[in-house]
T-cell receptor
Framework: AQSVTQPDIHITVSEGASLELRCNYS??????LFWYVQSPGQGLQLLLK??????LVQGIKGFEAEFKRSQSSFNLRKPSVHWSDAAEYFC????????????FGRGTSLIVHP | NAGVTQTPKFRVLKTGQSMTLLCAQD?????MYWYRQDPGMGLRLIHY???????AKGEVPDGYNVSRLKKQNFLLGLESAAPSQTSVYFC?????????????FGDGTRLSIL
């Protein structure tokens, strides 16, 4: 079975600073990987996804993520954070062979200081 | 573009009362899911459905029942509400079979059990 770990419960950055949110997965084959964002009082919105091909994927709102097989990681990055990026971020992993339900990490809460 | 709509958005119940949460999607998606979200726990899958007339248990199904009589609707029922079921409930849907399908989420139902 697949699993995903988001090591950081909270991350605090200043507006304009760069951001990296960590995600580590456990799965024997090539996984399907997702990042979702949840703004306060709302549901989850897909930021980006990785299935195959280029290991650097671009998403919405200026986010990107890089799949590193050797490190079992799929970290989310943004070069310059805006105050509106303050939200909860979830990494999810789906198994490429059989299981149809992605597994979610516990989330990382991003706090942005002005 | 409605997407996934959850009804109601807020509800307060007394212990032992019953209620039904409604999820409706207008994207003709095959898969539908119910999750609960608790602080520090991320999203936990309660039940899911792979098509009209079918349901299956997820990670935390006890105390809940579901029905999918119509493809566009997925109902979550609490027969006898307990304080441990105080949570935020999210419905999601996805297009087809395969864990490479991103999920589309509703805005959640905030449920308090007194």
């Amino acid at each position: 079975a697949q699993s995903v770990t988001q090591p950081d419960i909270h991350i605090t950055v200043s507006e304009g600073a760069s951001l990296e949110l960590r995600c580590n997965y456990s799965y024997g084959a090539t996984p399907y990987l997702f990042w979702y964002v949840q703004s306060p009082g709302q549901g989850l919105q897909l930021l980006l996804k990785y299935f195959s091909g280029d290991t650097l994927v671009q998403g919405i709102k200026g986010f990107e993520a890089e799949f590193k097989r050797s490190q079992s990681s799929f970290n989310l990055r943004k070069p310059s954070v805006h105050w509106s990026d303050a939200a909860e971020y979830f990494c999810a992993v789906g198994a490429s062979g059989g299981s149809y339900i992605p597994t979610f990490g516990r989330g990382t809460s991003l706090i942005v200081h002005p | 573009n409605a997407g996934v709509t959850q009804t109601p958005k807020f509800r307060v119940l007394k212990t032992g009362q019953s209620m039904t949460l409604l999820c409706a999607q207008d994207m003709n998606h095959e898969y539908m899911y119910w999750y609960r979200q608790d602080p520090g726990m991320g999203l936990r899958l309660i039940h899911y459905s792979v098509g009209e007339g079918t349901t299956a248990k997820g990670e935390v199904p006890d105390g809940y029942n579901v029905s999918r009589l119509k493809k566009q609707n997925f109902l979550l029922g609490l027969e006898s509400a307990a304080p441990s079921q105080t949570s935020v409930y999210f419905c999601a849907s996805s297009k087809a079979l395969g864990s490479n399908q991103p999920q589309h989420f509703g805005d959640g139902t905030r449920l308090s059990i007194l």
